[in-house]
């Protein structure tokens, strides 16, 4: 993939966007997102003139999105520190940053009904971000795989393992040998909506497809995945970190 960073003029304002050119695209695309901006997708050997026309092409849709998302001027990165308020399963908590004791060097992390304390060296406390995402990944895991456990009992099969990790596109998805990958993030989503997720990546390990067997397994054991995947699809912007 070869990226190069570009300039528009959409709707009388200046956009800064990425263009990539990717050797499997076999078409133009366009996707905005918080966190990664505009990204246009080009076939490996389309030529750079092509850019003003596709953008004119857009232009309606993208200055929405591009508002919708406030990524004008690139990718936005949340900034967090104490008093930022984040989902976690579902709920808001208020994010408390301590510093540890002296002579303590572990970062720690307390979840509360409505508050992630964490304890870390001092010189730290202005950089949480990292301590944050690996702790989401610590919970993910456990959270996860609890939830794997139980709708692998009930729907059958079990997975050979379970990867938890960060996932662009895609909130889980199931291998042929029968690996489930969750995006960690997804931690940060309500329970049932973590639940339809997991319930779609194992009734895959049954029907490796999206089959009407597929679904009609799906609609029985979890009848509520439509509406998790609305919710989803309306708050991925949410979960970030
Ligand atoms: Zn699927």
Redesign the pocket.
Known sequence: MKITREQAVVSGRVLQYQVRLHRRARRASVQVTRREGVVVTLPWRAPRRVLPGLMAEWESWLEGQVEECGVWDGPVVREFASGSILSILGRPRELVLEPLAAGRSRPTARLEADALILCMPTERLLEPRAELEKYLRRLARSDFSERVDSWSELIGPRPSRLIIGERKSRWGS?SRRGTLSFCYRLVMAPPETIDAVVA??VC?LVHLN?SPRFYALLDRVCPGHREAMVWLNEHENDLMV
């Open positions: 199931c779609h990546e895959h999206h």
